[in-house]
T-cell receptor, first 114, second 115 residues
Framework: NAGVTQTPKFQVLKTGQSMTLQCAQD?????MYWYRQDPGMGLRLIYY???????DKGEVPNGYNVSRLNKREFSLRLESAAPSQTSVYFC???FGQGLINEQFFGPGTRLTVL | AQSVTQLDSHVSVSEGTPVLLRCNYS??????LFWYVQHPNKGLQLLLK??????LVKGINGFEAEFKKSETSFHLTKPSAHMSDAAEYFC?????????????FGSGTKLNVKP
C-alpha cells in the first residue's frame, strides 16, 4: 500500500498563476482533508470531504477550491495564486463513518508563490 | 468547540534525559487525542492515540502519554531522549460530528536534543 500520495512535491508559481495539487489514498478511506502548514501555526484545515461526493469549507478556504473526484482522489486548486498562499500543503485521510481513527498524511507539497 | 494548547513552542533537552511535551485541550465531551511527530521536511507520523480505553497510552519509539480528564491534559513523555527524537510534535484532538471526524491541531512543539 502506498498510503497517501501527493503530487507535486515542490512547485514555484508566479502571482496569478493557477495550479492543482493532487492527492490519492489507497486505504479505502471515506474522509479526506487538505491542510496548510505555516511556521508557528500548526496545521489549518482548508477543505475537507467527509465522504465521496461531498466537500465542505474548513478554517481557511479563501482562494482555494477542491474536487473529490472519486473515493480515492481529492484535489486542491489554486485559481489565482497569491504570495500569501506560500506554504506546505498536506493531504490526509481517515476511515471516518463514526469511528475515531487517526489521520494518515501525505508527504506534503511545498509551494512558493513569487 | 474543541481546542488544543501546546504550552511550549520549543523544548531543549540533553540526550539521555527525560522529555516532557505539554498539551492541554478543551472539549465539551470525551475527546479522542493524538500525538504526531514531524521530522524536518517530512509528513506527519502518528506516535500514539487515546480513544477512551486505558488512560496511559504507549506509542512508538518509547513515547507515552497520560490522559488526565480532571486536568484536561495529554502530556507526552519519554524517559530518555535520543538524538533522532529531534522533531516537531503536534497534539491533536478529534471529535465525531454527524459521522465525520474533525481534527484540531495544536501549534506544535519543536524538540531539540543536545548531544
Amino acid at each position: 500500500n502506498a498510503g497517501v500520495t501527493q503530487t507535486p512535491k515542490f512547485q514555484v508559481l508566479k502571482t496569478g498563476q493557477s495550479m492543482t495539487l493532487q492527492c490519492a489514498q489507497d486505504m479505502n478511506h471515506n474522509s479526506m482533508y487538505w491542510y496548510r502548514q505555516d511556521p508557528g501555526m500548526g496545521l489549518r484545515l482548508i477543505y475537507y470531504s467527509a465522504s465521496e461526493g461531498t466537500t465542505d469549507k474548513g478554517e481557511v478556504p479563501n482562494g482555494y477550491n477542491v474536487s473529490r473526484l472519486n473515493k480515492r482522489e481529492f484535489s486542491l486548486r489554486l485559481e489565482s495564486a497569491a504570495p500569501s498562499q506560500t506554504s506546505v500543503y498536506f493531504c490526509a485521510s481517515t476511515f471516518g463513518q463514526g469511528l475515531i481513527n487517526e489521520q494518515f498524511f501525505g508527504p506534503g507539497t511545498r509551494l512558493t508563490v513569487l | 468547540a474543541q481546542s488544543v494548547t501546546q504550552l511550549d513552542s520549543h523544548v531543549s533537552v540533553s540526550e539521555g534525559t527525560p522529555v516532557l511535551l505539554r498539551c492541554n485541550y478543551s472539549s465539551s465531551y470525551s475527546p479522542s487525542l493524538f500525538w504526531y511527530v514531524q521530522h524536518p521536511n517530512k509528513g506527519l507520523q502518528l506516535l500514539l492515540k487515546y480513544t477512551s480505553a486505558a488512560t496511559l497510552v504507549k506509542g512508538i519509539n518509547g513515547f507515552e502519554a497520560e490522559f488526565k480528564k480532571s486536568e484536561t491534559s495529554f502530556h507526552l513523555t519519554k524517559p530518555s531522549a535520543h538524538m533522532s527524537d529531534a522533531a516537531e510534535y503536534f497534539c491533536v484532538v478529534s471529535d465525531d460530528i454527524n459521522n465525520f471526524n474533525k481534527f484540531y491541531f495544536g501549534s506544535g512543539t519543536k524538540l531539540n536534543v543536545k548531544p
